[in-house]
């Protein structure tokens, strides 16, 4: 049980290499103050909260795209414009992990109550609005705390919320990938839930990068500042099929299915950025399905 909680990347400095195109300093100074103050106007987003929760959705949403943008990235949506299939019904959604970007990516897509692991509730304001999104957070180091989270992840589920969780547990560079973790799963199959996988991809123009991704001796400030630096930074949130309750007897089987799905969406028609000791330059591509 430890080794299957406490997973690590072999994704490390190397990963993150190439001399993408870049924008100006005074873009970069632009993006970052404009970031900041989108930011600081999350805090405005409490306000939301009075609203019907079709608008108070809406609203969280659009902030979470303008964070984005202010950061000089494109978001791309491919498949279902919403993790819930049938609204009111909860649903696990299992994506990989890559960049400090991923929540708000996931979030610019539809609001959801996302799984993260501690340190990201002391970042500065982000972290105060992620926690107010009733974000989980979990000591990954302390199984102690695994039963009381999937319970209170199960509990979501069946009151009819979204659920998020990283499902390899740890961030990869983009290029490589983790086996799913299977201890979260069991919230679903003990709320009778379906499980919709879903994969994170950055690119820059017609090929894969690394840039945006946090692993290795980065530091926060370290990836908010590569990102504010690239041109053409797009995240791609490919939305796929969800996984019925009852296709699996166990959460191994479970998070096995949605690893296979999400392992099927790669693309022939991306190139892997260049990079300098890149670990993962074997691994093959394989044509799109969806």
């Known amino acids: 049980m430890s080794h299957a909680w406490m997973p690590s990347s072999p ?14 300093t005074l873009r970069q100074v632009w993006r970052a103050v404009t970031a900041v103050t989108a930011i600081l106007c999350g805090v405005m987003i409490a306000l939301a909260l009075l609203l019907p929760n ?4 809406s609203a969280i949403r659009l902030w979470f795209h303008a964070v984005l943008r202010a950061f ?31 929540e708000l990516a996931i979030d610019a897509v539809q609001p959801i109550r996302l799984v993260a692991k501690k340190d990201i509730k002391s970042w500065p304001v982000l972290g105060k609005i992620i926690t107010a999104a009733g974000t989980v957070y979990l000591d990954r180091e ?13 509990t979501s589920l069946r009151n ?26 069991q919230a679903a199959l ?52 969800e996984i019925a309750p009852g296709r699996a007897e166990n959460r191994r089987e479970l998070a096995k299915l949605a690893e296979e799905q999400s392992n099927r969406l790669t693309s022939t028609e991306l190139e892997i950025a260049p990079s300098t000791g890149d670990t993962h330059r074997a691994r093959s591509i394989t044509p799109l399905v969806a």
């Open 190 to 241: 003990d709320a009778g839930v379906p499980v919709r996988p879903i994969v994170l991809r950055y690119r820059i123009g017609d090929h894969l990068s690394t840039q945006p991704a946090f692993i290795g001796s980065d530091t926060l400030v370290d990836s908010i500042r590569r990102v504010l630096k690239v041109r053409g930074l797009v995240v791609e949130v490919h939305v796929l099929d």
């Open 11 to 24: 994704c490390g400095d190397g990963c993150v290499g190439g001399t993408p195109a870049e924008v100006g």
């Open 142 to 154: 302390n199984l102690r705390e695994l039963p009381q989270a999937v319970s209170e992840l199960t």
């Open 72 to 102: 000089g990235v494109r978001l791309q949506v491919h498949g279902a414009r919403k993790f819930q299939e049938i609204p009111k019904r909860g649903v696990l959604v299992a994506s990989n992990h890559v960049s400090w970007l991923d």
């Open 54 to 57: 079709k608008q108070r959705e």
């Open 160 to 185: 009819g919320s979204a659920v998020g969780i990283h499902a390899e547990g740890t961030t990869w560079c983009g290029l490589a990938s983790g086996h799913y973790k299977p201890a979260l799963f």
